[in-house]
């Protein structure tokens, strides 16, 4: 069941749900609460995940040379194939079609959740983890 404390508040099982607001009334993230975690697993019982983006987003800057980092990558990690995919969609990069890429500088980009993400010819890296162009 879910339960609302206000309207930045909501309770959906043992998690406590806040959304954080910036100055001019727009969501900058949501903080999760959850008394009940275990400590073996988490570092704590608070995650905040940062605004991704909202449908009321302005147009991305639409770069032309963005065009020719989008496309799919591949790598192996631990002995498993893995594969992402960058994609441009008004305007702005996104990584799996989810994470918007913001540009920190030329051919390295951050996105919502604080991971880098740069490119290097037809290399990606993400993370720590390394991806070679696909296509």
Known sequence: PI???????????????????????RPKGVQIIDDYYDPQTAENSVTYL???DTPSDAQ??????????TGKYAGTFIGVNSEVKISLV????????KLKLW??????FICADGESVIFKGD?????????????
């Open 3 to 25: 339960s609302g404390l206000s309207q930045t508040e909501f309770v959906a099982g043992s998690r406590l749900y806040r959304f954080l607001l910036a100055e001019n009334g």
């Open 50 to 52: 940062p605004v991704n």
């Open 60 to 69: 991305g800057l639409r770069k032309s040379e963005w065009s020719r980092l």
């Open 90 to 97: 008004n305007g702005h990069l996104y990584l799996n079609d």
């Open 103 to 108: 540009e920190s500088s030329s051919n390295s």
């Open 123 to 135: 290399q990606l890296l993400v993370g720590n983890k390394l991806y070679l162009r696909k296509e």
